[in-house]
């Protein structure tokens, strides 16, 4: 099911009134607004364009994954991330040993890991 809520985000984020977004993919502001509160769920068509406009992907667009956001000095990009990731990182968190030790150095975690199951 399409998220409305996460597209008033995205364009809310990038700085686009309802109406920027609405020229963009030769819509009405109107249908923009249904959109993202749910009342209409886009064509096939608007999701590509959305997904072309935000660089995300259509799982994020339909509520299957989230998304961090990051930034450098080159770019601001968003990076998808499943349930199961979330999951596996709160698993992580929930021992303050392992989670320091993933944190504060991930290639010696990585190692760590690496040489327990090898």
Known sequence: MFK????RELRIDKGLSQQNLADMIGASKS????YENGKRTPSLE???SFM????????????????IKTATREDERYLPITNEEIT????IKSNKLVYNI?????K????????KLG
Do not use: M, Q, T
């Open 4 to 7: 409305g809520e996460r597209l």
């Open 31 to 34: 249908l923009i607004s249904c």
């Open 46 to 48: 608007n999701i590509i």
């Open 52 to 67: 072309e406009i935000f660089g995300v992907s259509p799982d994020y667009l339909l509520g299957a994954d989230h998304l």
């Open 88 to 91: 596996f990182i709160n698993e």
């Open 102 to 106: 993933l944190f504060e150095d991930p």
């Open 108 to 115: 010696r975690g990585a190692e760590l890991i690496k040489k």
